[in-house]
């Protein structure tokens, strides 16, 4: 009779799992050696009447609570027995909408949310958000097979991953600046294609491009405008307004009387020296 209750005060403290409501909670472990773990908080992903998302409602799973230590290739990992996955995406607030694709970096990458996090993971079929709200867990980020670095080992391969190749961040740039510029002369194509139209209500696009171009971004330029705005503080300044404006006036006043003295002493010894008797 004792061992009964006993069993069923254990099975009932593992039913009831604390989660907020509508969410099912999965426990997940950084590895086996682990005891305490953490809990997973999924729930489809539903938005308010009238509101716009653009993940599908259908595919997306929602979770809540995402520890540091899970990454989106391990949630992607410890998720694909549900199905399969098109996407993993891991924010810090929830968001309706997706982040930009933008191709991927070898050296530079976003800087990673501190703290617990949320994701959004899209599956390829509805079924495997069913299959994903109905497990049991726990779900191991590390496994032997998939082994996560961890203290001094991610360290050290942090700090090697920082080391960069300068070749090969020199041919990602140039290929990134190539990719820029054509897109930039595509925009200026098509603006100039569409200067002095008029779209279907008649309005006619007004733009500066011609009348006062802008100045180039060199050095030289830049000079220029300093020196301008340079001359332009020294008109606006206040002279001889201050005390020690006056004193500064009259420092410098003195100063060129003994240069210019010291100057015509010179030029009176020189002409004594070339000075000559000649009476013829």
């Known amino acids: 009779m004792v061992s009964r209750r006993k069993k069923r005060k254990a099975g009932g403290h593992e039913e009831s799992i604390p989660s907020p409501p509508g969410y099912s909670a999965v426990p997940v472990k ?12 999924m729930r489809q ?12 409602p259908d595919r997306t799973l929602f979770i809540l609570n995402v520890p540091p230590y899970c990454t989106q290739e391990s949630l992607s990992r410890c998720l694909s027995c549900c199905g399969t996955i098109k996407t993993v995406e891991l924010q810090e607030k929830p968001d309706l909408a997706e982040s930009p694709t933008e191709p991927k970096s070898q050296f530079f990458h976003p800087k990673p949310v501190p703290g617990f996090q949320v994701a959004y993971v899209v599956f390829q079929k509805p079924s495997g958000v069913s ?3 109905n497990l049991k867990g726990p779900l191991l980020v590390s496994t032997e097979s998939h082994l996560v670095k961890s203290g001094i080992h991610k360290w050290i391969s942090d700090y090697e991953d920082s080391v960069l190749d300068p070749e090969a961040l020199r ?6 600046m190539e990719a820029y510029d054509k897109k930039i002369a595509e925009e200026e194509a098509k603006a100039k294609e569409e200067e002095g139209v008029p779209d279907e ?14 100045l180039p971004r060199t050095e030289a330029a830049s000079l220029r405008v300093l020196e301008k705005e340079k001359r332009k503080r020294a008109r606006k300044e206040l ?18 009387l003994r240069k210019k003295f010291e100057e015509d002493k010179q ?7 070339q000075r000559k008797f000649r009476p013829y």
């Open 201 to 214: 209500e008649g309005w006619v696009k007004v733009t500066r491009r011609g009348r006062r171009p802008v």
């Open 30 to 41: 950084f590895s086996a050696k682990q005891q305490a773990p953490h809990y997973l908080y």
């Open 171 to 176: 041919m990602e740039v140039d290929a990134f």
């Open 239 to 256: 002279l001889n307004f201050y005390a020690w404006q006056h004193r500064e006036t009259k420092m410098e006043r003195l100063a060129q």
């Open 267 to 273: 030029r009176i010894e020189l002409m004594r020296a």
């Open 45 to 56: 992903h539903r938005v308010r009447q009238g509101t716009q998302s653009t993940w599908p």
């Open 131 to 133: 299959a994903a709200l």
